[in-house]
């Protein structure tokens, strides 16, 4: 069996997904490195930074990082259809995001893992800065990679779910919405997947449907 540390509103809505569309075994263990509970302190023990998702196999590997769990296990399970379509594009996508999006709200979040103990208006200048920064990559991804997020059977691949859970936070749907209306358009869609539906449902009620 899989488990995975993870919490709602969090990366592991995709690793979520993705293990339902392999057809595995698995189970969730809340834990972040936000909050203090039994499920954070066995996740410290895997993984240091306490970052999720954080995923264990079923032979005892611990993998970290949203794009390398999505891509072991398009792998793994290639009738998931992860990495089906142009398998270059999907890998280069999931880098960038991860390198461009996940990483800036990372620093949007915790802009004193940077600063230390710099004065208020230092944070806030670096975390305007940093948001600023990540809608214009968006905007680009949204250039980039529009063709790239469904499996030629219309499910969403692996790059689709990760650009669609990536994208709500910090008002990136809003941004793509008034800049990059078709590409908004595309990740509803990934939104109202069936199997993607449910799990975005409960981890962001509020949102609802795109």
Known sequence: MYTLYGIDESGSCMIEIALQRCAVQWRRIDASSWEDSEGSEALARINPLKQIPTLVTPDGQVLTESAAILIHLGLEFPASDLLAGNRAQILRGLVYIAANCYSAIGIIDYPQR????A???LQTQLTTGTRRY???AWVVFAQQFADQLFAPNDVPNALGLMAAAVSRWDAARDVLNDLAPGFAQTLAQVDADPVVAPVFARHWPEWGVS
Request: hydrophobic fraction near 30%; proline fraction near 0%.
């Open 119 to 121: 004065d208020q208006s």
């Open 134 to 136: 990540l809608h214009h």
């Open 114 to 117: 940077w600063l230390g103990t």
